[in-house]
């Protein structure tokens, strides 16, 4: 048993993401993900589950933050991602565009390469990245009802943007690929919400799927897994995920996609980051319905070949039994071993 508690080495969770072969056990990537008001309610009693390991190493950085791109106009820095408006006229696009900065000059990568080399000595799998791709970095620049609007009305405007952050992330990529190597690219888009998808799937074909492409074929060519994070119900795209080069999705979010039909469909042309339901079954359930739950996803997502990680949903928050923090994570590092 005490194997079980020692993180993974970096091959045995790359060959568990390429689904060449399963670990010992289920590989934990971000199940240690104390969200909202956690800390704050249990403290230090949050400790006894230092036993438990962190299977991935991460580095996430800002390659895009308005707040330090020196533009000429000014904004309101304190609203919501919702109603930000960075772009509040598309006439600015050109200065945003233009002041965009370089890798190289970005001390975030110079911290980057200090913090990747220490990870390489631990044999740990590393991801590199940070949040917002194509649908939530415009979100966040333009405003949600400003972004909807857009696609319908300013569909040159969106694909100039889209062109110009495809370029900029690209730049990074391949900055980070010659500098720190890393096993995975971690970013995200909400594309869903409760129910379906956020636009409809002719929307995301035409201004996000291209711009999805171009980031997995460098990816794929680099051998660079990409780990997509997306929440809410996704299934429409899913097989336009897996033709963009999507390795790995997450969360599959409980309540809004149906976890058996998508892991028999899917689950031998994508790996997946398995997201135990916070928002319920965690917070709700006792401690026998922790782990039931728990051996589900592992029955249903987790295969011979491997292609199955297992994280605490969007983190888990205030309001969460303890009890069934400690029944999760150790259901997880136990069950199958």
């Known amino acids: 048993m005490k194997n079980i508690f020692q993180p993974l080495t970096r091959k045995q969770v790359a060959d568990v993401v390429e689904r060449k072969s399963a670990a010992p056990r ?8 104390w969200g909202e008001g956690l800390a704050g309610q249990y403290g230090d009693k949050l400790n006894r589950f230092d036993k438990y390991p962190e ?22 820095k304190n609203a919501a991602h919702d109603s930000r408006i960075v ?15 370089s890798p190289e000059s970005d001390p975030q990568m110079e911290l980057t390469i200090e913090k990747a080399e220490k990870f390489k000595q631990n044999d740990q799998y590393l991801l590199f990245g940070w949040w917002r791709l194509f649908f939530e970095r415009p979100w966040d620049l333009r405003g949600m009802e400003n972004l909807m609007v857009d696609y319908y009305t300013e569909p040159e405007n969106v694909h100039k943007l889209h062109s110009a952050l495809l370029e900029h992330f690209l730049k990074y990529l ?50 660079i897994h990409w780990w997509l994070h997306s929440c809410g119900n996704n299934t429409e795209i899913m097989s ?33 980051l398995v997201g135990f339901d916070v928002q319920h079954t965690i917070q709700e359930a006792d401690e026998k319905g922790v782990r039931e739950e728990v051996r589900f996803l592992i029955d249903n997502f987790n295969r011979p070949d491997g292609g199955m990680c297992l994280a605490a949903g969007n983190g888990i928050i205030a309001g969460t039994p303890i009890e069934n923090i400690e029944a999760f994570l150790n259901e997880a590092v136990t069950y199958r071993t």
């Open 240 to 272: 336009d995920l897996v033709e963009t080069d999507v390795t790995i999705f997450h969360p599959v979010q409980k309540g809004t996609m149906d976890e058996i039909k998508i892991a028999k469909e899917f689950g031998d042309k994508l790996s997946f």
């Open 26 to 33: 289920v590989p934990l990537i971000h199940a240690k993900d």
């Open 55 to 76: 299977d991935a190493a991460q580095i996430m950085i800002k390659p895009v933050n308005a707040e330090t791109m020196n533009l000429s106009w000014s904004w309101n």
């Open 174 to 223: 391949d900055f980070a690929e010659k500098e720190i190597h890393p096993d995975g690219f971690w970013t995200s888009d909400d594309l869903g919400h409760q129910t379906s998808l956020m636009m409809s799937p002719d929307i995301f074909r035409e201004f996000i799927k291209p711009y999805y492409k171009k980031i997995g074929s460098f990816l794929k060519k680099k051998n």
């Open 87 to 101: 772009i509040d006229d598309w006439a600015k696009l050109d200065e945003f565009i233009e002041k965009l900065p």
